[in-house]
């Protein structure tokens, strides 16, 4: 079951220093208050292998909260389309 974008709020967080993980963590918390039914069997979130996304504080924190995560590829040109108008 795909997610409707349409059907549902989007939340935008800004941040303007370096994201570590306690306030990637501490953004995915603000997140759930606002959209708990984001999180269902159906619906998971999506994230890559950026540094703040790795820790097992992160992967604890998930699991704490029920969060499933959807597969992401490591490498892959179809889900990060700015590498295709890079210049050789």
Known sequence: MGFN????????ELVEDRLD????????????????SLYTEEKRLQQDAAPPHRPKAVKDFLDDNYIKLHPHPPNSSDLNPIELIWPS
């Not at 974008?5 to 935008?12: A, P, R």
């Not at 990637?24 to 759930?32: A, D, M, S, V």
């Open 5 to 12: 974008i349409l059907q549902s709020k989007l939340y935008l």
């Open 21 to 36: 993980h306690k306030r990637y963590i501490g953004i995915l918390e603000r997140f759930l208050e606002r959209a708990p």
